[in-house]
């Protein structure tokens, strides 16, 4: 089979050395980083911007009038500008800077949720969705006295659409899905899931860790509410992420966390807090890893998230499509086509994943073993670990050739 | 390469030893490896007094976790649970007789754990790695069970 290079003008190897990490041997071979779906390689760009703020611009935000806090602040609102640009976002105010994924959802799950979720409302979650997806309104329901369902995938992995229908008729007060699976590789419907949620009344949140760094985005065409995204998956740094909101939504709802930054006064008597986002930035901000972040948008926007987007989607083809050269490997998730991006989980029978993975380092193959934080959809599927090769946009068809050989390799280990 | 997955190992992951489940057991225990969500359950049959009649596990994991869990099994007959509770973590890497990396400690230690989990019927407080939680400190436990 033809490398990627060969048949598509991708600048794959221009790519390729924008990434230090990429350079690194592991059991005396280059890696092959099949995991940047728990993380992705930091792209050099990102390094560099960080570095350049943290040795000449650092400083405070939002505080001094001297020359260093006005750098900074300028760096770190611009930051902002370019998360609100790269996700098509009206308004870069709709943009709130947070750890990562989590606290995004967990933001949402406190402010709005305790404004407006009470005994006996529902929250309607998907069997695929990650933990960070599912635990902050399990214990938002715990706290309101809410009920939570869950809408059904069918066994191609692909959420239930008619079941999902079935379940808004219930009333829910939000819809949080993920935008694509973390372990089924799914897109999911975001624009249909969307309308269907607001006719019946119920606003989305869509967890978009999985999907950011390989669709571009447009908040107003997905039609969501909320959606949660985090750097690190985008070849940025750890530690920051972005929560969007639309804006009239935003301003509604209470505070977060309370401190710093996020008042308009503090007196004996109380405190009135700022405008939105400050509202929910308490505290000094990851202002370094916000540059670092917006640093490495705006290098994914000059390769354009359409070229990003089909060199994923044939890396991802090409392991679909070798995969199953390996006896005794099942592939979970939809087969090859458009409602298909993102990972690829398998199992070898006779293998575990963990030994899967294990045997694939020692080939220097980096892949995740495990639950992938996953367990109410692991429970569906009927497994406890899967093993997940994922992709970035320095994933090479070699890499997929090597990851088959060591899966080869580690059947022979197991004698099967 | 093939030095963690040598014969021994592979012999015990594909035919574990003690595996099945104590319908008559005096003692149990469940718990999962959170590092990747597989669970082991041990059952045991108490002699009438203290000591170990019987023991099984079953559960799904990896090959080290059920090695271990295997390999554990088959030399608990007879012990006290006191005995059980002073087995230090090396009892386990002794068995198992191959270098263990911290990432596979977790696998390694879950038959352990859930071993002297179920003598004191509770979770029993331990890190997997480092000195700290030495599990003969749980010890202390048994005497208010």
Not at chain 1, 41 to 67: C, F, M
Request: contains cysteine; proline residues 4%; charged residues 25%.
């Amino acid at each position: 089979m033809e490398p990627a290079t060969a048949k598509s003008s991708f600048p794959l190897e221009k790519v390729r050395a924008a990434f230090p990490a990429l350079e690194r041997e592991v059991h005396g071979q280059p890696v092959a980083y099949l995991d940047s779906g728990a993380s992705a390689q930091r792209v050099l760009a990102s390094i560099q911007a960080v570095d350049r703020y943290e040795r000449r611009h650092h400083s405070n935000v939002h505080r001094g009038s001297h020359t260093l806090s006005a750098e900074a602040t300028e760096a770190y609102e611009g930051a902002r500008a370019t998360v609100a640009d790269h996700i098509g976002a009206g308004d870069r105010r709709e943009v709130v800077f947070v750890r990562n994924a989590t606290e995004a959802i967990n933001l949402v799950a406190h402010a709005w949720g305790a404004a407006n979720v009470g005994a006996g409302d529902r929250i309607l979650l998907t069997e695929m969705e990650h933990h960070s997806n599912i635990v902050p309104w399990q214990q938002l329901a715990e706290r309101a006295g809410a009920e939570i369902d869950w809408a059904p995938i069918d066994d191609e992995g692909l959420l239930d659409m008619g079941a999902f229908a079935a379940l808004l008729e219930r009333g829910p007060k939000l819809v949080a899905v993920t935008h694509v699976s973390n372990v089924l590789g799914t897109e999911n419907p975001l624009a249909e899931i969307s309308r269907l949620a607001h006719a019946a009344g119920a606003l989305v949140l869509a967890d978009g860790a999985q999907a950011a760094p390989k669709l571009g985005l447009d908040m107003d065409e997905l039609g969501v509410d909320f959606y949660a995204i985090t750097g690190h998956k985008l070849y940025g740094p750890t530690g920051i992420g972005a929560l969007w909101g639309r804006l009239e939504l935003l301003r509604a709802l209470p505070p977060f966390l309370g401190g710093g930054s996020m008042i308009r006064k503090v007196t004996r008597d109380g405190t009135t807090y700022a405008d939105v986002p400050a509202r929910f930035e308490a505290g000094t901000p990851a202002i370094a890893q916000a540059i670092g972040m917006a640093s490495a948008l705006r290098w994914l926007d000059a390769l354009g998230m359409d070229a990003v987007l089909e060199h994923e989607r044939q890396v991802a083809d090409y392991a679909l499509e070798r995969l199953p050269e390996v006896p005794g490997l099942r592939i979970f998730g939809p087969p090859r086509g458009a409602e298909r991006i993102g990972p690829v989980s398998f199992e070898i029978e006779g293998v575990h994943a963990h030994d899967v993975s294990e045997i694939l380092d020692r080939h220097g193959v980096a892949v995740r073993a495990g639950h992938h934080c996953a367990q109410i959809l692991m429970d569906r599927l009927g497994v406890s670990a899967t093993a997940r090769a994922s992709f970035g946009v320095y994933t090479t068809t070699e890499e997929i050739d090597r990851l088959v050989e060591g899966l080869h390799d580690a059947r022979k280990v197991f004698a099967l | 390469m093939d030095e963690l997955y040598r014969d021994q190992i592979l012999e015990h992951y594909k035919r574990p030893h003690n595996f099945g489940h104590l319908d008559d057991a005096d003692l149990e225990f469940e718990d999962t490896n959170p590092f990747c969500g597989d669970e082991q359950h041990v059952t045991i049959k108490l002699d009438g007094g203290d000591r170990v009649e019987a023991i099984a596990f079953e559960g799904k994991g990896c090959a080290i976790s059920t090695a271990a869990t295997s390999l554990l099994t088959d030399e608990l007959v007879g012990m006290s649970r006191e005995e059980l509770l002073r087995l230090p973590k090396d009892f386990v890497l002794e068995l198992l007789g191959i270098e263990i990396s911290a990432t596979r400690m977790k696998c390694a230690m879950l038959g352990l754990k859930i071993v002297k989990s179920a003598s004191i019927g509770q979770p029993a407080e331990w890190e997997d790695e480092g000195e700290a939680g030495d599990p003969s400190e749980a010890v202390a436990d048994l005497g208010q069970s």
